[in-house]
């Protein structure tokens, strides 16, 4: 999973700035449905990029869901403290809601919504 900063330039018409998931405390910021932010809404086709900002832990972002190769939908490398990764496969998905996890802390869970390209987040 080294091509994970490969798309950074690629072919996706894409917002130039991606939206923005940070890890802290154990818990997915936006993303985590128990928390006041609620999911994580990014508009299809734009680029994610995650922020460990957690002294707690090194993290990752795996999708729930596998395609029929076996690969997860979408996915981060392990993160360290003050590392970034873009969300691989993220500006690829339709519009609907995605469940995601940390492969290190199955506990930290979050919903990833993808809307239309003219709805907005
Ligand atoms: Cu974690």
Not at 12 to 23: D, G, K, V
Not at 31 to 41: K, V
């Amino acid at each position: 999973m080294l091509l994970a900063l490969s798309g950074l330039t690629g072919a996706h018409a894409s917002p130039a700035e991606p939206a923005l998931i940070t890890a802290a405390a154990l818990r997915f910021v936006p993303g985590d449905d128990a928390l006041p932010l609620g999911p994580l809404i990014v508009e299809q086709g734009r680029r994610l990029l995650f922020v460990n900002a957690d002294n707690l832990g090194v993290h990752s972002i795996y999708s729930v869901e596998y395609d029929e190769d076996g690969w997860p939908l979408f996915w981060t490398d392990q993160q360290n403290l003050g590392s970034a990764a873009e969300v691989e496969g993220v500006p690829d998905l339709l519009p609907r809601a995605y469940a995601f996890f940390c492969s290190n802390h199955p506990e930290m869970k979050g919903t990833l919504v993808v809307t239309d390209d003219d709805q907005g987040a």
